[in-house]
């Protein structure tokens, strides 16, 4: 079974009426193409990094594989499930992760967020403490008692990463997640991720860094929303 596909994903992003469009009377609204048609097939145990310009498409594909964008045409699947049709089990299979990821609670500490995000999964606190343990190479161990607000950028990725983790997902989406890490903790999530795919998961990852693209399995250039 293929752990990931795109087959023929168009979406449209539309910024809603223009001041200028209103004036005239013109109410047709802006719109921007930001995935033209895109296919694409992830195996199971592969990794694939999307790379190109900003606006290419990256995020947009992580975001329509996590059921947060809707195409307008074509479908997503993972692991044979509709994206669109059934979220709420796409939801179980998925973990994304973005480094710029803003829905932690900044005055709670490290291990109360993760605990009240693995309860929305039905983790209870003892069983999210044994699969914190597995994730010991993310060096998140150490920063469970701190104030989220207090962790510098690496380290608020890595929390972010332990999270998207936490419920055993068979994909990871990755968006610049090791943009802020250091060496020795960008080295310790690569052997992570790399037992992750060793043990069967599918891993798309959309990063600038040549370093992250040497990791994985093949690379894909995105422009203009199409493969380059």
Not at 179 to 196: P, T
């Given at each position: ?8 994903v168009r979406?449209?992003y ?16 802006t ?19 999307l ?51 803003r ?69 990871l ?28 998961g ?23 929303g199409?493969?380059?």
């Amino acid at each position: 079974m293929r752990a990931v596909e795109l087959d023929a994903v168009r979406v449209v992003y539309r910024s809603g009426w223009s001041i200028r469009a209103l004036v005239r009377g013109d109410p047709a609204s802006t719109s921007r193409v930001a995935l033209d048609g895109l296919s694409l097939v992830v195996g199971p145990g592969e990794s694939v990094g999307l790379t190109g310009p900003n606006g290419a498409g990256k995020t947009t594909v992580l975001r329509v594989l996590a059921g947060l964008v809707v195409p307008v045409a074509g479908a997503a699947r993972v692991a044979g499930v509709d994206v669109a049709a059934e979220p709420t089990r796409v939801a179980a299979r998925v973990g994304f992760v973005s480094v710029d990821d803003r829905s932690f609670f900044h005055r709670l500490s490290v291990w109360e967020n993760l605990r009240f995000f693995a309860a929305m999964y039905g983790i209870g606190p003892e069983d999210a403490d044994r699969r914190l343990r597995r994730l010991g190479a993310l060096g998140v161990d150490g920063l469970l008692s701190a104030p989220f607000r207090v962790l510098s950028a690496g380290q608020r990725a890595r929390v972010a990463l332990a999270r998207g983790l936490l419920h055993d997902p068979s994909v990871l989406l990755l968006d610049e997640v090791t943009r802020s890490m250091d060496e020795a903790s960008r080295a310790g999530v690569w052997g992570l991720l790399e037992g992750f795919c060793g043990a069967g998961g599918a891993i798309v990852v959309a990063s600038h860094d040549p370093l992250d693209l040497q990791r994985v399995s093949r690379a894909i250039t995105l422009v203009d929303g199409r493969l380059a």
